[in-house]
């Protein structure tokens, strides 16, 4: 099997203008980095607005193994398969991170014969999105530090500035630190520290915002720190959010490349899926719906995390209404969940993974919650018995619903052409009522107790007094609208990774809130979060390196 | 009269590929950046080898003052006014760094008619190579750390890692930190601080480098630290420099834009000129010579700094022979160095000035010793009076050169002709006979030694034991063949810049040494340098914001 780098390498990849040719964008519109990667432009973006919608499905997964159950290239394979079918369909994902391109999981360009291309330029810098938005986060860090150097009216407390900075890179290193030491000149000595720049709630804001004028009013409700009277302090006040909105302008337009059969793939922002949503941009969801009879997205981890935020954040707040579903399963992860250890995961174990199935199972009841029809994806694997398989098919059926096998990993979009079928029916047949699960005006608290017991199957929500009056606080200071953002582990529908399967007899504790008063919603976090990475032992970066051709050798 | 923001954005700019066809380089070989904004493709620019070199025109200038004496605006004037007598010239500018346009100085594209275009996207994020080159810093620094986090094997010693992080902005408060706070899950507690990204050796590795080969190789030679037992440990040995280099490539290719008049700017890499050697890519610079018959280049601030690190490191290492050289002096300087205060220099004043020309008369004997024709351009400000131009063409004439009258600010090429027609029959005259001002087989002491009493008009060179020790040091780690670059006040010949005019009866203290392995040269620091700027009271950033047309506001 040759690597994804050497298929990517292989592609024949058309000039992009013709990818937007054909979605009816005149070259005028396109703005070219390079031959194979554009930018839409936003003035032609907005212009679209009184178009009709295409048809919007998500793409989502049980509760993943960590190496993930493969949304992303599901999600190409489907959009691929559609085209096959004669469907004008686009793709739209998550731009990767620098991180787990030098870490451990590698690039996010799909895989296989399912990938976006050109795979370096996406994984690497691409339209250099992800350092515009890096940039814009610690430009505003620099000017907090420096409005406290020089004069600090308005009274910081430097115990309680929020804002930390960001870097596009796995980086434990910076995530606890001390600034601003060595004297007068240096600023004051505080305690900060790193995350990487897709935790940035930059990048939740860059994902959410409607518009440019959008952009800059989120970026401006920034909370960044309070007072010594504990009054909120926001980047507007510190005269910051216009010049990260300059920072930010171009990146807003949407990135248009192609998949492996030369179709359309949106990929634009990328927010982490923990304390923020986990899903591309609005923006250009939006665009790709104008432009297009099909739209394939996904949402990250697992649908208890990143299918709810879909729904209840980038959903409720962008008016975008999805038509249908697909759950991603594999044998693998249904066989976890049902109590094999990682290392046994290639053999057969039906037991193992009918007792697993309860995890699908949860996640199929979770998402019927929302009103759309639902389809189930088969991610093959070479290990796959068809024993696996079929147990999988009769359980579906049992619930009601259709699994498809999906060869899309090796066969390209023919490997989708069942799921994509009935995709396209589910999404044809208007059955869709879609609903979000709680409305704007139930309480912080009561928002963050029905996605933990709606979703998480948890008997209820705990928290210490001090968290409850933080909650508090947030409904009296004005946030009470705003959605929840649950951050909480993807392996387990529970606070614990270790409860696999669909665990009940569970409880979900808050242990603290973090207010993303541009990005409009309030993070609720359960658990260990994670916002800056770290490198392995042995990361793929020491095996990464330019050959004598000029090519990148060892990105995957 | 308009802004600078306000005379670009009126500019009628021609597609970039158009640019590039003018100077022969077919469509297939431009890397698109938008419509205005290209790359070269690198594997074309490696093919141009064999061809003849245009004629290389250095622009230097005057010690200067804060504001600088504008050898960019003369830079990009002088080209376009080759350009209006029929000679096929470019400029090769440095890029921009985002920390001036938000801090005190503004945007480094030129100003007035003499501009390079666009503006906006030359100051902000241009091609990515910024961010690019920050990448590839941090993720050294990254992997270093994540190295002793994990095992440590070579006994890198936690105090003696010399390899610091960069930030594209000014942040004081990142000077100096301390990372890995927090737990052994977060590494180990270190010191550490920030660097602007212009001041890091990747950046001027990146300027130095003749092919992406080379910038492996210089990339792998970065001496990152040191052992307990004091020997030096490289970023190869760390398996960094090839994921380094994965995120360099790209960016290596030079980049094409154009002048207000349409005539095509390189403005390619962007290193300090203080512990870095100020000039553009020598890629940029030999691919400019090989499609143009005049290339005008500049480097950073006056010819003690800028052109001496021209001549003795950028030539010297590349290869590159300069034709000819351009002096901007000042009316508002050559008073400032008569001994004015800085808020009394829009008045006549004609003994200072004339006090002031033993500045630019050190300048011109200094640039005399290596060998090419010189003259002198007056870069005219409003407040100039005729009596003070007339002093200034007396003083050069007795030195044997010229010196014109210069208002291209005003005026774009126009304002530049006699200068224009000076420097192309100098360039042409065949008088250049260029020569470095030491040899490679000096000793490193030997070699600042030189260059403190040759250009700056020392007495001598002087140092602690300890640094005399340090030079001893490196000859003896096989570096002795290096040159030096030295980092020292731009205000003054002297290490003191309140000593303004030509200072005697100085002498010049080193007093620490830095080794930039990969750069290859050694950084002699004599004064204070500053590697982190601060933003201002009132930064250029809180009054920049995007208004209802799109448009940026507020950079200048």
Chains 1, 2 share one sequence.
């Not at 620098?98 to 050109?118: D, E, I, N, Y």
């Not at 508090?472 to 959605?483: I, L, R």
Request: contains cysteine; charged residues 20%.
């Amino acid at each position: 099997m040759k690597s994804d780098i050497e298929i990517a390498r292989e592609a024949t990849m058309r000039p992009v203008i013709d990818i937007a040719s054909d979605l009816g964008v005149d070259r005028a519109q396109v703005i070219p980095y390079g031959h194979y990667k554009a930018k839409i432009e936003l003035d032609y973006v907005n212009s679209l607005q009184d178009r009709p919608n295409g048809k919007l499905v998500l793409v989502t997964a049980m509760s993943p193994t960590p190496a993930g159950e493969g949304k992303t290239t599901v999600a190409i394979g489907l959009a691929d398969a559609m085209n096959q079918l004669g469907k004008k369909a686009s793709v739209c994902l998550r731009e990767p991170s620098l991180g787990p391109c030098f870490g451990l999981k590698g690039g996010a360009a799909g895989g296989g014969m399912s990938q976006v291309v050109p795979m370096e330029d996406i994984n690497l810098h691409f339209t250099g999105d992800m350092h515009a938005i890096g940039a814009a986060h610690n430009l505003l860090a620099a000017m907090i530090d420096n409005y406290i150097h020089w004069s600090n009216e308005l009274r910081l407390d430097l115990r309680r500035v929020t804002w930390r900075r960001v870097v596009d890179i796995n980086d434990r290193q910076l995530r606890q630190i001390v600034t601003g030491i060595g004297g007068p000149g240096n600023g004051f000595p505080m305690e900060g520290g790193y995350d990487i720049t897709v935790a940035s709630e930059v990048m939740a804001i860059f994902c959410l915002a409607q518009n440019i004028e959008d952009l800059q009013r989120r970026l401006g409700s920034i909370v960044i720190g309070y007072t010594r009277d504990r009054e909120p302090v926001t980047a507007a006040q510190l005269q910051a959010s216009g010049a990260m909105t300059a920072l930010l302008r171009d990146a807003l337009a949407p990135n248009l490349v192609q998949t492996l059969e030369n179709n359309p793939a949106f990929i634009h922002g990328g927010p982490f899926a923990n304390i923020a949503h986990g899903c591309n941009s609005v923006i250009a969801t939006q665009t790709a719906l104008k432009l297009s009879d099909y739209v394939v997205t996904e949402a990250g981890f697992g649908a208890d995390l990143g299918a709810e935020k879909f729904f209840n954040i980038k959903c409720r707040k962008s008016g975008l209404t999805p038509d249908a579903a697909v759950i991603v399963v594999t044998v693998r992860a249904l066989k976890m969940h049902g109590g094999v250890a990682r290392d046994a995961l290639t053999e057969e174990n039906l037991p193992a993974l009918e007792a697993g199935l309860e995890n699908l199972g949860r996640h199929i009841r979770n998402c019927g919650q929302y009103g759309i029809p639902l389809t189930v994806a088969i991610n093959h694997f070479a290990d796959d018995t068809e024993a696996e398989i079929a147990a999988i098919k009769t359980y579906t059926q049992s619930r009601g619903l259709e699994a498809h096998l999906c060869t899309h990993h090796r066969d390209g979009g023919e490997g989708a052409i069942d799921l994509a079928t009935q995709v396209a029916d589910l999404a044809d047949s208007s059955q869709a009522q879609f609903r979000t699960l709680y409305d704007d005006h139930l309480s912080l608290w009561e928002k963050a107790r029905t996605v933990a017991r709606n979703v998480y199957g948890a008997d209820d929500l705990d928290a210490d007094q001090k968290v409850r009056e933080q909650f508090d606080q947030f409904e009296a200071e004005g946030y009470g609208h705003f959605p929840v953002c649950m951050a909480k582990t993807q392996y387990s529908f529970s606070t614990d990774p270790r409860l696999v399967g669909a665990p009940g007899n569970h409880r979900v504790k808050v242990r603290e809130l973090a207010l993303a008063a541009g990005a409009e919603f309030l993070v609720v976090v359960c658990g260990d979060i994670m916002r800056m990475p770290g490198l392995p032992r042995s990361p793929a970066a020491n095996n990464i390196y330019v050959n004598a051709q000029g090519q990148i050798e060892g990105l995957f």
